[in-house]
């Protein structure tokens, strides 16, 4: 059965940096964008950045621009997000998901794989 995990949540302090991984299992990635997003407690899941299929096209929102970078290793079959700056509102629960395409939606029904979230917990 398909799979996604995502690695590397953690607290750490404002300013700090932290960088998730998603591996994939059952699943190739190589056809589909790879998707993050976050979900603060009492608020929507939303959308933080993508990778289209063949990593030449990133999308990021406007609260994680210039400090946010999403990256992929077709080889490995992973993708990865990098945080730097990290900011008190960065704190939620961060999901990786693999698009039913291979181009970045921003919104959730566009994947079709999700992992199970880790927990990115920054302080001040």
């Known amino acids: 059965q398909a799979q996604l995990a995502e690695v590397g949540g953690g607290m750490v302090q404002a300013g700090g940096t932290l960088r998730l991984s998603c591996a994939a299992s059952?699943?190739?990635?190589?056809?589909?964008?790879v998707g993050w997003f976050r979900q603060a407690p009492g608020k929507e899941r939303e959308f933080v950045a993508g990778?289209?299929?063949?990593?030449?096209?990133?999308f990021y929102a406007d609260s994680v621009q210039d400090r946010f970078t999403a990256a992929r290793d077709s080889r490995a079959n992973r993708g990865y997000m990098q945080m730097n700056d990290l900011k008190v509102e960065d704190t939620a629960i961060y999901y990786c998901?693999?698009?039913?395409?291979?181009?970045?939606?921003?919104?959730?029904?566009?994947?079709?794989?999700w992992g199970p979230g880790t927990q990115v917990t920054v302080s001040s």
């Open positions: 998901a693999s698009s039913v395409d291979g181009e970045v939606d921003t919104r959730p029904s566009g994947y079709k794989y």
């Open positions: 059952e699943l190739s990635l190589l056809d589909f964008a």
């Open positions: 990778i289209n299929w063949s990593g030449r096209s990133k």
